[in-house]
């Protein structure tokens, strides 16, 4: 399965002090929502102001040596770094499944079905450097799934990944023996004979915010309760699997509102926070109830980094003024990273899970998916509003380069999922 070994370690540790200038141009796009948000910001990784919301625990238990990995089956190449690799043209092998074979994809992410003329975004496989990825089977996994509840917990990237999953195991279930249900921020797929279940629970920056409901939310003014919890974590209690994710809604620019206290109350202490700051408090706080709530002999927990967007062609060499409209190719530049991921997050995100009593995996998603400036869903989706003649005229101005298509890349991320989960 696995063949040798070299040495990928090293380049996973990167300190950035300063960056300089970035412009983002995030669209945040999800269901019927569309916002833009255009936010010139310096970064400055800076010490924390150890503000404290709640009451944060460090638990900096030493990990026992030879605990064994829940759900493992054989360890991986020790040395193989999964997520250092290049994409490789493969019409052989992929995609996984067709997009009418998988009923569960929304509207949101079926390109093909809302016109995307172009097919080779399907045929990519990831190929990592120094072994292979196991093929993904969907049997074996759902046999090792049997009992159990895997949740995914985040944003509309998230979502993608976890109808990815159901989208790559359902096939192998009988057609009366499976449903999707949702109940407010809750979807859950249930695979009946084997009593497993796949959740998604909607909560885009983790902790609370002005943000939770999962159909009608708020895409500015986003206001963000640190370190609360509870009105999320409250449906997580027996989870055996998760899957976090938390960022593209934290790009509010260098800045973002922090409540203390109960968005109930009559005055309400509304602060700003340096996004990097914000953000480690809520990380803490879902680890705090990770710990509390989770075992590292029977569960795993697992953190996909951030999903990057391609909003300027500029950066990868393309003409001014455009963004993922029209890519067909993946950038093959080995260095390419694109300025909608932040590096202050991704080191802080390395520093916030080591030596902790529950490990964490991490889904290092990000350079892999910088390299598909193809692979969004573009404007080949459900269009939500009606799109006005200038719009139509200029197609890039409505384009969608933050959510990706499926089936595609969100396939790879779950090939990781799976590498990582049972050949750890
Ligand atoms: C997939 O897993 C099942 C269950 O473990 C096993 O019986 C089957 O042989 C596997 N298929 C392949 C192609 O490896
Ligand atoms: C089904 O799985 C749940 C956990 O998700 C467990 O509590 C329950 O006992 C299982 N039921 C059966 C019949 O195995
Ligand atoms: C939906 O969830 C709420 C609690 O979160 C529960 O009270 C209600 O019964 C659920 N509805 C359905 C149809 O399951
Ligand atoms: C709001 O919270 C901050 C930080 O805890 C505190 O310093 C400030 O006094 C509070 N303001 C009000 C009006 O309560
Ligand atoms: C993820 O991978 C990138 C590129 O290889 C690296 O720079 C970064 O440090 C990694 N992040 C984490 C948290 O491992």
């Known amino acids: 399965m696995k063949s040798p070994t070299s040495n990928q370690k090293k380049n996973s540790i990167s300190f950035y002090i300063i960056s300089l200038c970035f412009v983002f141009f995030v669209v945040i796009l999800y269901g019927e929502d569309f916002g833009c948000i255009l936010s010139q910001s310096t970064l400055k990784l800076q010490e924390p102001e150890e503000e404290k919301p709640d009451q944060i625990l460090s638990l900096q238990t030493e990990q026992e040596k030879d605990l064994v990995v829940p759900f493992a089956v054989e360890r991986g190449e020790k040395e193989c770094n999964l997520f250092s690799g290049s994409w490789v043209y493969d019409e052989e092998t992929r995609p996984l499944y067709q997009e009418e074979e998988c009923p569960y994809i929304q509207p949101q992410l079926t390109c093909q079905a809302y016109g995307r003329p172009d097919k080779g975004y399907l045929h990519w496989r990831w190929q990592p450097h120094d072994c292979d990825l196991p093929s993904f089977n969907a049997t074996f996994m759902l046999e090792k799934l049997r009992g159990k509840r895997l949740m995914f917990i985040g944003d509309s990237l998230n979502r993608g990944q976890f109808v990815s999953l159901v989208c790559l195991l359902h096939r192998s279930i009988p057609e009366n023996s499976k449903s999707m249900t949702t109940n407010g921020s809750l979807t859950i797929f249930r695979a009946k004979d084997y009593n497993a279940t796949i959740e998604f629970f909607w909560a885009p920056f983790l902790v609370e915010s002005n943000s939770d409901d999962a159909i ?94 391609h909003e300027r062609s500029a950066e990868w060499g393309g003409e001014a003024g455009g963004n993922c409209y029209g890519e067909t190719t993946p950038i093959m530049d080995p260095n390419f990273w694109g300025s909608c991921s932040r590096k202050s997050i991704m080191s802080l995100v390395g520093n ?73």
């Open 216 to 309: 009608v939310h708020r895409v500015r003014d986003r206001i963000v309760r640190v370190g609360s919890i509870n009105k999320h974590a409250r449906h997580w209690k027996g989870i055996d699997i998760v899957v976090f994710n938390t960022y593209l809604w934290w790009m509010t620019g260098q800045k973002i509102r922090i409540l203390r206290g109960s968005f109930d109350s009559e005055n309400k202490n509304i602060t700003e926070m340096v996004t990097e700051d914000a953000y480690r408090l809520a990380v803490r706080r879902m680890m705090r109830w990770v710990e509390q709530n989770m075992d590292p002999k029977t569960n795993r927990v697992f953190f996909a980094t951030m999903s990057p967007c």
């Open 352 to 424: 916030l899970f080591s030596g902790r009593k529950m490990p964490v995996t991490i889904l290092n998603i990000t350079q892999l998916s910088n390299y598909r400036k193809d692979a969004h869903t573009s404007i080949y989706k459900k269009q939500w509003n009606k799109l006005t003649a200038e719009q139509l005229a200029n197609p890039k101005s409505y384009s969608d380069c933050v959510h990706w298509c499926l089936p595609g890349l969100q396939d790879t991320w779950n090939e990781l999922l799976y590498a990582k989960l049972f050949f750890p």
